[in-house]
């Protein structure tokens, strides 16, 4: 890590706003360019080099920052555009499944009792999970919440709703694929 770097970093440890300041007025933009290269969207790329410094400021005196500043936020946001991309492939899978499915063409007995039987197997799933966990998972996929809002309004980190995340749908994966190995 360069010496200047790592006096920056002292002070934001330190809880020096004008340090950080000088780090967010230095990349803010270049970051905001960065991510809307990956996500196609600034608005998103904006929330999420927001999201990266509010978390930068909030988790400041455990940061581990091994190389340079500028390293450590430009592969910060490509792992959260990239995630964030991610999202919204599932979305659109979602959306060319379920949402667009011609209005015209009646649902078969069978795909209605193939979709009850889905939402059972999804609530059982939730109902499993740890209580914190679904809380979590229903927060972000229900009410449609942001994870700084979800941190906020639970009194945890970021990384811990993206943790609890992560174990939700992975669990919720692992159980629609039993549901549908069983029953084709």
């Avoid at 978390?55 to 964030?84: M, P």
Wanted: net charge negative.
């Amino acid at each position: 890590m360069m010496l200047n770097d790592l006096f920056i970093l002292t002070k934001i440890k330190e809880g020096n706003v004008k340090a950080f300041e000088q780090v967010f007025r230095l990349y803010y933009t270049p970051l905001c360019l960065y991510s809307a290269s990956i996500t196609g969207k600034m608005d998103s790329a904006e929330e999420i080099v927001q999201e990266l410094f509010y978390v930068f400021w909030k988790e400041r005196a455990t940061l581990q920052i091994f190389h340079s500043i500028k390293s450590y936020l430009y592969g910060a946001v490509r792992n959260q555009s990239l995630q964030f991309c991610e999202h919204e492939e599932v979305k659109q899978r979602y959306n060319e499944l379920f949402m667009n499915a011609d209005p015209e063409t009646e649902n078969t007995p069978e795909d209605e009792m193939e979709y009850k039987e889905l939402e059972f197997v999804i609530q059982q799933t939730l109902h499993r999970l740890p209580q914190r966990c679904a809380q979590i998972f229903c927060m972000q996929r229900f009410e449609d919440k942001k994870y700084s809002e979800i941190a906020t309004e639970l009194s945890i980190s970021v990384k811990t709703v993206e943790a609890e995340m992560t174990k939700a749908l992975k669990v919720l994966r692992k159980d629609i694929e039993n549901y549908y190995n069983e029953n084709r």
